[in-house]
């Protein structure tokens, strides 16, 4: 079974509103990344944030975690028409050594124009 | 900047017969990875390598070879090709997995009938 699991599946918005994306995983990682796909694209990488840390901002995108309850979650600020595509969350756990990257199923986000 | 080259883009292929899809990148990174998406999923690992001559098996590794003569070449090859292995496949780079993100190519779509 895989290591992320995201939640909404999917999700529709109106230009301007945030998003809220979340993330949950099984086992200890190193690190937690989030990724965008867009239609028939391949991933492209939003942010990274170490198990030590708590929270990342990078631009309209803003990333927390709790390893307590293994969780993370991403947050769009403003969303725009651009930001519609799958976002991934991606873990590196640390019980293999850590060198493998697994992802979840992903969240689909459209946001309306 | 090249980044993470795959080739083909497109492949179609009957049962049985095999093939290698070719993945090159540029940037010296020492890890490399193989995924595959099937429709409304995430990526699910195949086979990944920490540097020349040296590869592991990730989630799904049967009916996959791979290996790492090179820092910039991973190929992977299916030894006889399943309908079960429709899908597009993604091969990723990153200079270490434990703090960096991942680089992807674009995908390879094949289909195997």
């Known amino acids: 079974s895989q290591q992320g699991e995201e939640d909404p599946q999917a999700l529709s918005i109106q230009e301007g509103e945030n998003a809220t994306m979340n993330c949950s995983y099984k086992?200890?990682?190193?690190?937690l990344q989030w990724y965008r796909q867009n239609s028939g694209r391949g991933l492209v990488h939003l942010i990274l944030?170490?198990?030590?840390?708590r929270e990342k901002h990078s631009g309209r995108l803003r990333v927390t975690l709790d390893t307590s309850k293994k969780s993370s979650s991403l947050l769009i600020t403003a969303s725009r028409a651009a930001d519609t595509a799958s976002y991934f969350c991606?873990?590196?756990?640390?019980?293999?050594?850590?060198?493998?990257?697994?992802f979840g199923a992903g969240t689909r986000l459209f946001v309306k124009a | 900047n090249a980044g993470v080259t795959q080739t083909p883009k497109f492949q179609v292929l009957k049962t049985g017969q095999s093939m290698t899809l070719q993945c090159a990148q540029d940037?010296?990174?020492?890890?490399m990875s193989w995924y595959r998406q099937d429709p409304g999923m995430g990526l699910r690992l195949i086979h990944y390598?920490?540097?020349?001559?040296?590869?592991d098996q990730g989630e799904v590794p049967n009916g996959y070879n791979v290996s790492r003569s090179t820092t910039e070449d991973f190929p992977l090859r299916l030894l006889s090709a399943a309908p079960s292995q429709t899908s597009v496949y993604f091969c990723?780079?990153?200079?270490?997995?434990?703090?960096?993100?991942?680089?992807f190519g674009q995908g390879t779509r094949l289909t195997v009938v």
């Open positions: 940037m010296n990174h020492e890890y």
């Open positions: 991606a873990t590196v756990p640390t019980r293999t050594g850590g060198f493998k990257t697994i």
């Open positions: 390598s920490v540097g020349a001559g040296i590869t």
């Open positions: 944030i170490r198990s030590n840390e």
């Open positions: 086992t200890s990682i190193n690190n």
């Open positions: 990723a780079s990153a200079p270490d997995i434990l703090t960096t993100e991942a680089f």
